[in-house]
């Protein structure tokens, strides 16, 4: 239980003050994003900030659900890491190197979504270049195909990887903006959602 | 030491509360659907009077913390407007440093290292911080938009605060934030006033390719009632006798504008028509304190120049 404390310690003192007022996350389509779980939070990832910035914009009350699919071979090295990543930020760690089929890969994930939890979502997998959207990875088909039933929460970032790019240590403030988009859920076509899901993570709604 | 309130401050906040309660009745007259532009605006102005009221009422120091945030709030809306390369980043971290240096001097009265250490000790640190980050490409481009940044956001709008510590008691009936109440009072209300008078009378455009809304006779509408303004309100506020007063009134109605325009003509550059969404209605910060860059620091010299 009291990981679960220290993570409302965590957000309350340092990431939502240090997000919300240092930093400025101005968030569009607020009303759009989700009231209770299980949801999938897709957006792009630009920032080591952007896991934190997504749960730090939905309600607090939502935040022992809400859990960061995040890559199993950087956060879960070394024991101190592992243990905040994982008992603290409460992640889901997922191996994304190793070419495993998905339905391992993703095992846990999968899990978490049928619990009611809130995942958020990396669909292209790594960080990539700044402030641009990479190609996206077929884990968030794979997902959306096999659990049709759990809504998808499109969410456009910019501005934190300028604050936090990857290799940086020294976060900078700038203004940020997050647009919430659409609700996405499946409806059978590969090419027709990822087409949508692209549109809403580069274009502003 | 905490502010010294004379009785003629809370007099005129309260005046400006009771005209912002009228502008509201006015404005939901005219604009009756909730989320219009004019009543967001509107809205918006009910959090910055309240604001500025809790700072110059409350004490100086808190003061001095309200304008060092206008000035962090201002910076990091222009550094992030402006393109800025990644190299770069420990040297904007050094500019943000600059704000709380720059207001402590203030707070203690340092009246030396207030006004040279942005325009000399930040002019030459920063290209240092710039040679060691190591990239030559852009640099001259990289330093000046600082410079600009940190000259505009910072130095010129910590007159303000300046304002609140020129030596008190030569003068009983003024203080620190009469004079800070005066500047900002007549710098928004000329920039209202251009605005209204342009929209009523507007025809010969003044800088149509900068700002296509300024027109002459919104400019001389809006001088004229700042002068006017300026005459009422100095014998209230400051040490000014009539001259003087139609002197800074002109200052400040001849500087907003300046202010006013030059931030356009940044907004034109960068192909943007608001510098933000802090303040729904007006845009973004900068969209509300240009003005003020420019008569922070003229009105500033001015009044010690003359009296202190």
């Not at chain 1, 409806?187 to 692209?198: I, K, N, P, S």
């Not at chain 2, 342009?198 to 800088?207: C, N, Q, R, Y």
């Not at chain 2, 300026?230 to 504008?257: C, E, K, N, Q, Y």
């Not at chain 2, 969404?277 to 007006?282: A, E, M, S, Y």
Request: charge should be positive; include cysteine.
């Amino acid at each position: 239980m009291w990981p679960i404390f220290l993570r409302f310690l965590f957000f309350l003192l340092l990431v939502k003050p240090f997000l919300l007022l240092a930093v400025g996350i101005s968030v569009r389509g607020r009303q759009r994003l989700p009231h209770q779980g299980p949801a999938l939070i897709v957006a792009n990832h630009n920032s080591h900030l952007d896991a934190l910035a997504l749960a730090a914009i939905l309600p607090l009350r939502l935040l022992p659900h809400t859990r960061p699919a995040a890559s199993a071979e950087y956060f879960l090295q070394g024991r101190w890491r592992s243990w905040f990543a994982r008992k603290v930020i409460g992640i889901i760690p997922v191996a994304t190197k190793g070419g495993a089929a998905h339905a391992e890969v993703l095992h846990e994930v999968k899990e978490a979504l049928l619990a009611g939890d809130l995942v958020i979502f990396f669909p292209e997998g790594t960080r990539g270049e700044p402030e641009a959207l990479g190609q996206l990875k077929s884990g968030i088909v794979w997902l959306a195909e096999t659990l049709p039933e759990v809504p998808i929460y499109p969410i456009r970032l910019r501005g934190l990887g300028k604050v936090l790019p990857k290799g940086a240590w020294l976060p900078v403030p700038f203004f940020c903006d997050a647009w919430v988009g659409e609700r996405l859920r499946w409806e059978g076509d590969r090419q027709r959602f990822m087409t949508a899901l692209v549109t809403r993570l580069t274009e502003p709604t | 030491m905490s502010v010294i309130l004379s009785s003629p401050v809370l007099a005129i906040l309260g005046g400006v509360w009771g005209l912002l309660l009228l502008a509201t009745l006015v404005v939901w007259r005219i604009a009756p659907t909730p989320d219009s532009e004019l009543r967001q605006r509107v809205r918006s102005w009910w959090i910055i009077v309240a604001l500025c009221s809790l700072a110059l009422t409350f004490s100086r120091t808190a003061a001095l913390v309200f304008f060092g945030l206008v000035s962090f709030l201002a910076l990091k809306e222009y550094l992030t407007l402006v393109p800025t390369r990644q190299a770069d980043r420990r040297v904007l971290f050094w500019a943000y440093l600059s704000i709380p240096l720059q207001y402590y001097w203030i707070g203690i009265e340092w009246y030396g290292m207030f006004i040279i250490f942005i325009p000399v000790y930040m002019f030459l640190l920063i290209p240092v911080a710039l040679v060691l980050a190591g990239d030559t490409q852009g640099y001259l481009r990289a330093a000046g938009t600082l410079h600009w940044g940190l000259m505009s956001m910072v130095f010129s709008l910590s007159h303000l605060a300046f304002l609140l510590v020129l030596p008190q008691g030569q003068y009983p009936q003024v203080s620190g934030p009469g004079l800070v109440l005066f500047l900002l009072l007549l710098t928004e209300l000329n920039d209202v006033a251009q605005f209204c008078w342009g929209k009523l009378f507007g025809k010969h455009k003044i800088s149509p390719t900068v700002s296509p809304n300024k027109t002459v006779e919104g400019f001389v509408g809006g001088a004229m009632t700042t002068l006017l303004l300026s005459a009422l309100l100095a014998s209230w506020l400051t040490p000014f006798g009539l001259r003087d007063a139609l002197l800074a009134g002109a200052l400040i109605a001849v500087a907003g504008f300046f202010g006013d325009l030059s931030l356009s003509a940044l907004k034109r550059d960068l192909g943007i028509k608001d510098s933000g969404r802090l303040l729904p209605g007006h845009g973004g910060i900068l969209d509300r304190i240009d003005s003020l860059t420019y008569t922070a620091p003229l009105f500033f010299h001015f009044t010690r120049y003359l009296y202190f």
